[in-house]
C-alpha cells in the first residue's frame, strides 16, 4: 500500500530554516512526481513545490521561489524541502503527495491523489 510520512517540522523563529522530509514506502518512488502542499489555519490548501520523477524538473510557488529548494533521493525513498528565511506567513501543516505524472510538474492539488498525514511548521518570535 502506498504510504507518505512528512517528518521534520516545528516552531522556528523568522529567518530560521527546517528541512522536512517525505519518506515514501509501499511504491517505487522513481515512477512518482512529489509535490509539497501547505494549508494555513482558515486557509485553503495552496501548492508550494513540485519535484518530477527523476529530479530534472522542479516548480515552486511565487511566495517561496528563492527561499524553499525541494530535491530527491529515490534510493533512500525520500524527497525533502529545504526551508530557508521562514517567515510568519509560512506557517502551516505541510504535506506531500504522490501523483504518476511525467514530464513537468506544477503543484496542483487535483494532479495528486496519494497524500501523507502532514506536518506542522510555526513560524513565530
Known amino acids: 500500500q502506498l504510504q507518505l510520512v512528512e517528518s521534520g517540522g516545528g516552531l522556528v523563529q523568522p529567518g530560521g530554516s527546517l528541512r522536512l522530509s517525505c519518506a515514501a514506502s509501499?511504491?517505487?518512488?522513481?515512477?512518482?512526481?512529489i509535490g509539497w502542499f501547505r494549508q494555513a489555519p482558515g486557509k485553503e490548501r495552496e501548492g508550494v513545490s513540485c519535484i518530477s520523477r527523476g529530479g530534472g524538473s522542479t516548480n515552486y510557488a511565487d511566495s517561496v521561489k528563492g527561499r524553499f529548494t525541494i530535491s530527491r533521493d529515490n534510493a533512500k525513498k525520500t524527497v525533502y524541502l529545504y526551508l530557508n528565511d521562514l517567515k510568519p506567513e509560512d506557517t502551516g501543516v505541510y504535506y506531500c503527495?504522490?501523483?504518476?505524472?511525467?514530464?513537468?510538474?506544477?503543484?496542483?492539488?487535483?494532479?495528486?491523489?496519494?497524500w501523507g498525514q502532514g506536518t506542522q511548521v510555526t513560524v513565530s518570535s
Open positions: 503527495a504522490a501523483a504518476r505524472l511525467i514530464g513537468l510538474c506544477v503543484p496542483i492539488s487535483s494532479n495528486f491523489g496519494s
Open positions: 509501499g511504491f517505487t518512488l522513481d515512477y512518482y512526481a
